[in-house]
């Protein structure tokens, strides 16, 4: 596997090791009570799922408390084990590697995925020579964190196209902030540039560039990252957990039932509401969350297929994990509340 790679699994093995040592998971009351209160980092100029289900009233009297931003995945779901937040969200082959470390949490709901409107495109000044795989020998990749999703998703379009392993590791994947990664390419910082997103169709929106390949090119419509949170925290704050995975769910399926325009209202009003100096102009362009399932569940086939590209990568060991242990849709009430799910409220 990319030297980039391995890092990034030593990495998350530090951290499962720390966690199962430490046990720090939960931010409850001192044993007098659940916890109504769960810590987490935000995305810069986004509004996060939780972020919208807490505004629309979804979480009863459970509250969020920002702490910080993240630009990774495996950071964010890192901080979750480690008891540093009380939740957080990554690529589901990030969150495999997490688990195979020893790290004890468990996939909670889906929040992200791709479909013919939310996907990551890997794309190219518009007269680049770059045409094929081949082509990216040697040149510099940007995408948000490295052992996560882009970084998966490049390895396999590599792969499939006939790649040698010696030749993927000349292909040089680096971290770009997403904020940035569209000035980097047009400054030619970088050969490939990944945008997803509001992001992705901000750049398309201003020209100049155009695709080489996109993670729904490769592998369709499926869901493709998890929130996860400790075994401890869901053992010591179940009515806690089973509000926020179920208000997450019931605001993916406000975002696919509600017009776009007033979703991206919505999001406009959030962010110019928690008054953190960030810029706007890029939520008009929101389409979809992406995520197949309804209301988020969770299935094996969402990590089975990241399950088979670490074993072959020599990442785990066959056999080490198997999926349905990564997850649980225990917290998720959305089929039983969805028909008595209160309107979304306007505070």
């Known amino acids: 596997m990319p030297a980039t ?48 289900a807490e505004d629309l009233g979804y979480f009863g009297d459970v509250k969020l408390e920002w702490v910080g931003n993240t630009i990774s995945g495996p950071q964010d779901i890192q901080s979750a ?12 082959g990030a969150v495999v590697k997490l ?17 013919e409107a939310a996907y990551n495109g890997y794309y190219v000044l518009q007269d ?29 379009y590599l792969q499939r196209n006939g790649l040698t392993a010696a030749e993927i590791g000349k292909v040089e994947p680096i971290v770009v902030p997403p904020v940035n990664t569209e000035q980097a390419l047009r400054q030619r910082q970088i050969e490939v540039g990944v945008l997803g997103g509001v992001l992705r169709d901000k750049a398309l929106a201003t020209g100049g560039i155009r695709p080489l390949f996109s993670d729904f090119d490769l592998l369709g419509k499926f869901s493709a990252g998890t929130y996860v949170i400790t075994k401890r925290f869901l053992k010591e704050n179940p009515t806690t957990a089973r509000a926020f995975v179920t208000g997450v769910a019931k605001a993916i399926e406000w975002t696919r ?8 209202a919505r999001s406009v009003e959030i962010v110019k509401k928690r008054g953190r100096n960030e810029d706007t102009a890029t939520l008009k362009y929101w389409k979809s969350a992406g995520v197949a399932e309804t209301g988020g569940r969770v299935t094996d086939a969402e990590f089975a297929t990241w399950i088979d590209w670490l074993v072959a990568h020599g990442d785990i060991k066959a056999g080490q994990v198997k999926a349905s242990d990564l997850y649980t849709n225990e917290f998720n009430g959305y089929s039983a509340a969805a028909a008595t799910s209160p309107s979304p409220s306007r505070s």
């Open 5 to 52: 790679s391995r890092r990034s699994f030593l990495a998350l093995a530090a951290v499962g090791a720390a966690a199962t040592a430490c046990g720090r998971a939960t931010a409850s009351g001192g044993g007098t009570g659940e916890t109504r209160k769960l810590r987490y980092q935000g995305w810069a100029g986004q509004v996060t799922l939780p972020e919208l």
């Open 81 to 92: 084990a480690t008891g540093q937040i009380d939740f957080g969200g990554a690529f589901n």
């Open 99 to 115: 688990i195979a470390a020893g790290a004890p949490v468990k996939a909670v709901i889906s929040y992200y995925g791709v479909d």
């Open 128 to 156: 680049s020579p770059l045409h094929s795989a081949h082509d990216l020998l040697g040149k510099k990749v940007g995408m948000n964190t490295l052992g996560a999703h882009a970084e998966a998703v490049l390895d396999i």
């Open 257 to 264: 039932t509600t017009p776009r325009e007033e979703v991206v």
